[in-house]
């Protein structure tokens, strides 16, 4: 059992086997099966309703499986209880609505309801926990403002900062730079990097920049109608048929020269697609 409530435990392990989810009867992810990489940065990738966003509800117990099943250590989710769960796996939805007139410091403290009951009420641990999210996502000079006051860039870093002072050892962040300005955007990587780094966190994200989870991921997700098109390394994934593939698009891929990673570029119908 982890005893420290601000550091994850080591060995935590999500997967998904033979993994059916639908709406209303249709089916948006069919038969997928992952195991996700413990302790790395794991990014889902694809093109616009692909079943990215809907992966992750599944992974998070969000949205209860058509048909096979999700895996927590070797357990069920379906069958742990919601305050186990919630002390293992923590999930950042798209857009999320906060509370009117609340501010950041209690919408953080939210964060460690599952660690509440009625023998074990607010604790010095839970006081650390929320001051260190605070600290982490660098709103410790915002903690008394309401959240509705906050620019798109801190609100996004106090619901990082809720679900930080969580607990888990796995985050699941459903595309957190979306409607971000470029600067926020690598804010947001940057911190989503000293979370895995320093506390040995399990983060699996949903991106839409290509470029952004060549940088940033250790391992890639790339779907396509609901299935897994290919993962591995992001240098294993990307390559221009793969792109092609699954976007549509035609591009060439370069060495970052920042980090000798795959860099792509892409070509329009303006552009000439020269390169390798």
Same mark, same amino acid.
């Given at each position: 059992?982890?005893?420290? #409530? /601000?550091?994850?435990?080591? =060995?935590?392990?999500?997967?998904?086997?033979?993994?059916?989810?639908?709406?209303?009867?249709?089916? %948006?992810?069919?038969?997928?099966?992952?195991?996700?990489?413990?302790?790395?940065?794991?990014?889902? %990738?694809?093109?616009?309703?692909?079943?990215?966003?809907? #992966?992750?509800?599944?992974?998070?117990?969000?949205?209860? +499986?058509?048909?096979?099943?999700?895996?927590?250590?070797?357990?069920?989710?379906?069958?742990?209880?919601?305050?186990?769960?919630?002390?293992?796996?923590?999930?950042?939805?798209?857009?999320?609505?906060?509370?009117?007139?609340?501010?950041?410091?209690?919408? $953080?403290?939210?964060? @460690?309801?599952? &660690?509440?009951?009625?023998?074990?009420?607010?604790?010095?641990?839970?006081?650390?926990?929320?001051?260190?999210?605070?600290?982490?996502?660098?709103?410790? =000079?915002?903690?008394?403002?309401?959240?509705?006051? #906050?620019?798109?860039?801190?609100?996004? @870093?106090?619901?990082?900062?809720?679900?930080?002072?969580?607990?888990?050892?796995?985050?699941?962040?459903?595309?957190?730079?979306?409607?971000?300005?470029?600067?926020?955007?690598?804010?947001?990587?940057?911190?989503?990097?000293?979370?895995?780094?320093?506390?040995?966190? /399990?983060?699996?994200? %949903?991106?839409?920049?290509?470029? !952004?989870?060549? @940088?940033?991921?250790? !391992?890639?997700?790339?779907?396509?109608?609901?299935?897994?098109?290919?993962?591995?390394? +992001?240098?294993?994934?990307?390559?221009?048929?793969? $792109?092609?593939?699954?976007?549509? #698009?035609?591009?060439?891929? $370069?060495?970052? *020269?920042?980090?000798?990673?795959?860099?792509?570029? +892409?070509?329009? @119908?303006? &552009?000439?697609?020269?390169? *390798?």
């Amino acid at each position: 059992m982890n005893t420290d #409530l /601000t550091t994850p435990a080591s =060995g935590s392990g999500l997967a998904a086997e033979n993994l059916t989810l639908a709406y209303d009867g249709r089916r %948006v992810v069919e038969g997928l099966s992952l195991a996700i990489p413990t302790g790395r940065i794991t990014a889902v %990738v694809g093109a616009n309703a692909c079943g990215k966003s809907t #992966l992750l509800r599944g992974l998070s117990r969000l949205l209860a +499986p058509h048909s096979g099943a999700v895996y927590l250590d070797g357990r069920l989710i379906h069958t742990m209880r919601g305050k186990d769960l919630a002390r293992e796996l923590g999930m950042l939805p798209q857009s999320p609505i906060a509370p009117d007139g609340i501010t950041v410091l209690d919408l $953080i403290k939210r964060g @460690r309801s599952p &660690h509440q009951s009625w023998w074990r009420q607010w604790s010095p641990q839970d006081e650390q926990a929320v001051y260190e999210a605070l600290a982490a996502t660098g709103l410790s =000079g915002q903690a008394d403002r309401s959240v509705d006051e #906050l620019s798109g860039g801190q609100r996004q @870093r106090a619901w990082i900062a809720m679900a930080l002072a969580q607990g888990t050892p796995v985050l699941l962040l459903d595309e957190p730079t979306n409607h971000l300005d470029l600067a926020h955007q690598i804010d947001i990587l940057d911190l989503v990097i000293d979370l895995n780094r320093e506390q040995g966190r /399990t983060v699996v994200l %949903v991106l839409h920049d290509l470029n !952004h989870a060549c @940088r940033y991921a250790d !391992h890639v997700v790339a779907m396509k109608n609901g299935q897994i098109a290919a993962q591995g390394a +992001p240098a294993e994934v990307f390559s221009k048929e793969l $792109i092609a593939d699954v976007f549509g #698009l035609t591009c060439t891929v $370069i060495a970052d *020269p920042a980090g000798g990673g795959p860099h792509i570029i +892409p070509f329009g @119908r303006h &552009h000439t697609a020269t390169g *390798p």
